[in-house]
């Protein structure tokens, strides 16, 4: 269900832009032949290429094509003579700066199954405003002259096999507003500038990520997060709040982050999905979470996760579905018994509840509960976030929920 509400965002963003590109007047056959820059070209030249741009794109594709080693489709196969806007995958549109030309503005291989390298000549493609490359089988690292796409608004480079650091060329693209690079091979820390740039959506799940999260994120733009299956490690840092007026998606599922969840997770108002399943993370649920009035998909499945679920989070007014099983929870408050009265798809198995079937065993549960966790106390691994004390209340699971700080 989260994967297909971002499969739609993505694709019609993806036609938003090729929208705006055309819909400037390239058919208009009188601008065509007024175009002075093309005209000029052609006149003197005699070149077979409408404008340079088209000279320029030429040479990219066909440097491109000599390091495709597999194209089981023989989609590269036709990108033979000048005529590259007819090349199979490649797509032409009049650009922002010039009314009378054609220029290559997007490169779309999706499902290929291609293999090769991205050739240094890609720099050449300046005018890209989209690169969609998902399930394919490039490899390698990416070239330092894709700095040149200086219009490059989306970048999909997912489901290949890229490897090496995290590709920094990305971070200088001025225009760049979707990344996705998940399920690849890259590998070290994310770095800090990833989420101080105005990207709309970020996509780096299923890489061999490792390193904590950033934990000094300066006022995201970021509406979808998914660092999902890494190796992350470490705490989420209380500065994620600092996503708090766009994030609506932050999934976090198996990328081994320890420690309590911070209050400040409860700080991202606009938060629709919040997935923190698989992890390491100890203590309570912060009351903080029972702020977040669009919560519709809360996971919080295999942690080891203790303390009361409390009526503020149950009674969020769009929660649709509340995942905790597998972790220590041993008491639900009032509602939270029955969520299913309250139309909330739930699953609760493997708790310590009392009253509820499929729940841990006593000793299991002795086992964890005898040693409460003190969040204010708590290191992070991997020597990541100094946690400001101030900002992490000890762990109270008692009081209630409208005591939550800082919300309206
Ligand atoms: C691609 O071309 C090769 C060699 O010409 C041919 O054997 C193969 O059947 C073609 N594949 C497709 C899907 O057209
Ligand atoms: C960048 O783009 C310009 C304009 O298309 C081109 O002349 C130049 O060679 C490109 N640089 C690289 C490194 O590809
Ligand atoms: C969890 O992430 C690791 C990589 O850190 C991956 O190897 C593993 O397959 C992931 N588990 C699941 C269930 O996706
Ligand atoms: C609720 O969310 C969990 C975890 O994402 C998922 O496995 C389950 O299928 C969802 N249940 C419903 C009824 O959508
Ligand atoms: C939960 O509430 C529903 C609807 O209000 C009711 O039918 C059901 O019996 C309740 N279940 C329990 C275990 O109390």
Request: hydrophobic share 40%.
């Amino acid at each position: 269900m989260a994967s297909s509400t971002l499969c739609s965002f993505f694709i019609s963003h993806a036609l938003i832009i090729l929208l705006l590109y055309i819909s400037f007047p390239s058919n208009n056959p009188a601008a065509k032949h007024t175009s002075s820059a093309s005209h000029h070209y052609r006149h003197h030249s005699r070149s077979p290429f409408q404008n340079p741009k088209l000279h320029q794109a030429y040479t990219a594709l066909q440097a491109w094509k000599r390091v495709i080693y597999s194209d089981p489709s023989n989609i590269t196969a036709k990108w033979v003579g000048p005529d590259v806007c007819s090349y199979a995958g490649v797509y032409c549109a009049t650009p922002p700066y010039d009314k009378n030309i054609k220029v290559v503005a997007g490169i779309d291989l999706n499902g290929a199954d291609i293999a090769g390298f991205l050739p240094e000549e890609l720099g050449l493609l300046s005018d890209l405003a989209l690169i969609h490359l998902n399930s394919n089988r490039f490899c390698g690292i990416l070239p330092q002259s894709l700095a040149n796409l200086s219009l490059l608004y989306e970048l999909d480079l997912s489901n290949n096999r890229f490897v090496g650091p995290f590709p920094y060329v990305v971070l200088s693209l001025p225009s760049l507003t979707y990344l996705d690079i998940r399920y690849n091979e890259f590998e070290g820390p994310l770095p800090p500038q990833l989420f101080s740039k105005t990207l709309d959506a970020i996509f780096v799940n299923n890489n061999r990520f490792s390193n904590v999260i950033p934990s000094n994120f300066v006022g995201s733009s970021a509406s979808v997060v998914v660092f999902a299956n890494n190796k992350l490690g470490g705490c989420l840092p209380p500065s994620i709040a600092n996503f708090a007026n766009t994030l609506e998606e932050l999934l976090l599922t198996n990328t081994s982050l320890s420690g309590c969840l911070p209050p400040e997770v409860g700080y991202l108002y606009k938060l629709k999905v919040l997935d923190v399943s698989n992890n390491n993370l100890v203590g309570p649920i912060p009351y903080s979470l029972a702020g977040l009035a669009h919560l519709e998909q809360l996971n919080l499945a295999h942690n080891k996760l203790t303390g009361i679920i409390s009526m503020g989070v149950c009674i969020l007014p769009n929660l649709a579905n509340f995942t905790f099983s597998y972790n220590f929870f041993c008491e639900e408050e009032g509602i939270c018994q029955n969520l299913t009265s309250n139309g909330i798809a739930f699953d609760d198995r493997r708790n310590c509840l009392l009253e509820k079937p499929n729940q841990r065993s006593k000793k299991e549960c002795e086992g964890v509960l005898e040693h409460p966790v003190d969040c204010f106390h708590y290191h992070c691994g991997g020597g990541s976030t100094a946690i400001p004390p101030t900002m992490m209340p000890a762990a109270t699971p008692l009081s209630s929920p409208s005591m939550a700080p800082g919300y309206v």
